[in-house]
């Protein structure tokens, strides 16, 4: 068994399936301001967002990150896992939070979930760490793996949108509900949001399951194969001449 169909097998797509007229990707019917609705469901007593990061280089934001405490997560976490990966990448994927095992490494998505990422990205011919950056919308794992809460989200939040414009990736694509709910700042079911493209300043952020959902519920592969193959055919659309100015 060759590599590729070794892939294909693991993301339950062998004997390959080939798309018939894909559809065109729709564009989200509006652009959605981030920060005003992050701030909108963050409860009122939220911990205040991390501030004057917003010129920061990458050695500072690291150093910022791995001092971080402006949250309760950090007294609960073995480290910081601040992100990896081209730090010119086009691609940028964004999950949830450290796991167990991301919090041991202090690399994001180094577990059974990692593995799967690695196999989806291996599927469109991408490689961690290769025009593709991985990131995670809080920094530090929630204890027993629970979700982040608005106010975690909310304060963590300003470190990944100044990793975003350092990037200046070309599509980003938000792993699962709650990345897409920090991103998009408005909560919809995940079913919702995929199939079409949000803009996420001026960045088209696609949305898809998140590895370790698909892990537990393997039918749904294929249509996170679908999210993939439009998220190519996004990729391929957006112009060159906007980024890395
Ligand atoms: N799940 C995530 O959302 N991020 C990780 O880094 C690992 C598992």
């Given at each position: 068994m060759d590599r590729n169909e070794a892939v294909l097998r693991e993301l339950n797509l062998y004997p390959q399936w080939v798309r018939r007229n894909p559809p065109a990707p729709v564009v989200a019917e509006q652009s959605v301001p981030v920060t005003a609705e992050v701030e909108a469901i963050a409860p009122a007593a939220?911990?205040?967002?991390?501030?004057?990061i917003g010129n920061l280089g990458w050695a500072e934001l690291k150093q910022q990150v791995r001092d971080c405490t402006a949250c309760k997560l950090r007294a609960?976490?073995?480290?910081?896992?601040f992100g990896v990966g081209d730090e010119r990448a086009?691609?940028?994927?964004?999950?949830?939070?450290?796991?167990?095992?991301?919090?041991?490494?202090?690399e994001p998505f180094v577990g059974q979930a990692g593995k799967l990422l690695d196999n989806m990205l291996l599927a469109i011919k991408l490689r961690r760490g290769k025009n593709v950056?991985?990131?995670?919308?809080v920094k530090c794992r929630p204890p027993g793996n629970r979700t982040p809460e608005a106010d975690e989200i909310a304060t963590c939040l300003p470190y990944l949108q100044r990793q975003i414009e350092l990037?200046?990736?070309?599509?980003?694509?938000?792993l699962g509900k709650t990345a897409a709910t920090a991103l998009l700042g408005r909560d919809a079911p995940l079913g919702s949001l995929r199939g079409?493209?949000?803009?996420?300043?001026?960045?088209?952020?696609?949305?898809?399951?998140?590895?370790?959902y698909l892990l537990r519920s393997p039918m749904e592969k294929a249509k996170a194969w679908q999210d993939l193959c439009l998220a190519t055919e996004v990729m391929q659309k957006i112009p060159d001449a906007t980024q890395k100015l």
């Open positions: 939220a911990v205040a967002p991390v501030s004057g609960g976490c073995t480290q910081t896992v086009e691609w940028l994927f964004v999950g949830e939070g450290p796991g167990a095992d991301e919090d041991a490494q202090g950056y991985i990131a995670n919308i990037i200046k990736p070309k599509l980003i694509v938000a079409v493209w949000h803009d996420y300043r001026g960045v088209p952020l696609l949305v898809t399951y998140h590895p370790a």
